[in-house]
């Protein structure tokens, strides 16, 4: 486990705030994206919403 957090250690100047706050931004700028995306291709906006999710998700994997 420590060598996973390694690279998130606080001697290497990260600051979690802005980290957490420029994540948060990207999701909810994505959203719009996501359901105009489905709605191009026909799909549910649901879907698109579950879709980003999902990619969201195996990116932070």
Known sequence: MQAIFKYFGSRDGVDFKTE?????????????????????????PLTGLYAAFSVGLITFF
Do not use: C, D, K
Request: hydrophobic share 70%; no cysteine.
């Open 20 to 44: 957490v706050l420029s994540g948060l931004t990207v999701a909810f700028a994505l959203v719009p994206e996501a359901i105009a995306f489905a709605l191009i291709a026909g799909l549910s």
